[in-house]
């Protein structure tokens, strides 16, 4: 989230400024611009990411079979995906709902999201069927950041200098005339 208070006449409106989502751009806001149209294909693009990545999956165990590894690392290599996958999803699907309370953490997971990549393409996919992924939580930023501008911009709005003119005149106290300026 950008709070932007650029000077008139720059080209950019004043105000923060909604933050892109990945393939989205930011129709998230008013859901313009082909936002269903981006949805669906970006519903398919998850699914069949998915759909792909499993087949390569199976290559790659057939490859253990072939290479004749035995039973038991084959059972290992399902239960790493299948476990490295339902964490990736997990953690997928928390990531568009609240930013992380510990990024450290996070980046010690990377390596079993990358693992579990099927989780994480299914989590897209799934969450493509309610909003655009991440778009709730950057919504509620965005709201917040516009609150908080509004909120600003408010309270300081007029000249202080005439606000402490006035202010002395309604005391009853006098202003003081200015001096003319010497050559």
């Given at each position: ?90 953690k997928t699907w928390e990531g568009f709902g609240r930013r992380p309370a510990d990024p450290e953490r996070e980046a010690s997971l990377r390596g079993i ?54 202010r002395s005149a309604k005391q009853g106290g006098t202003t003081r005339p200015k001096r003319p300026k010497r050559p």
């Amino acid at each position: 989230m950008s709070e932007n208070s650029e000077a008139p006449g720059t080209g950019a409106a004043p105000g923060p400024h909604p933050e892109p989502l990945r393939f989205f751009g930011t129709t998230w806001v008013d859901h313009s611009g082909g936002y269903g149209l981006r949805r669906v294909g970006a519903a398919a693009g998850s699914l069949a990411a998915a759909v792909a990545s499993c087949f390569v999956l199976r290559f790659a165990f057939q490859g253990l079979e072939i290479a004749d590894v035995g039973s038991f690392v084959g059972i290992l290599v399902v239960l790493m995906f299948a476990i490295c996958s339902a964490v990736a999803f997990r953690k997928t699907w928390e990531g568009f709902g609240r930013r992380p309370a510990d990024p450290e953490r996070e980046a010690s997971l990377r390596g079993i999201k990358t693992i579990g990549f099927v989780g994480s393409l299914l989590a897209y996919f799934f969450r493509t069927f309610r909003e655009a992924p991440g778009e709730r939580l950057h919504r509620e930023e965005y709201e917040a950041a516009v609150a908080r501008y509004e909120k600003r911009r408010s309270t300081r709005t007029g000249n202080p200098a005439a606000r402490k003119q006035n202010r002395s005149a309604k005391q009853g106290g006098t202003t003081r005339p200015k001096r003319p300026k010497r050559p």
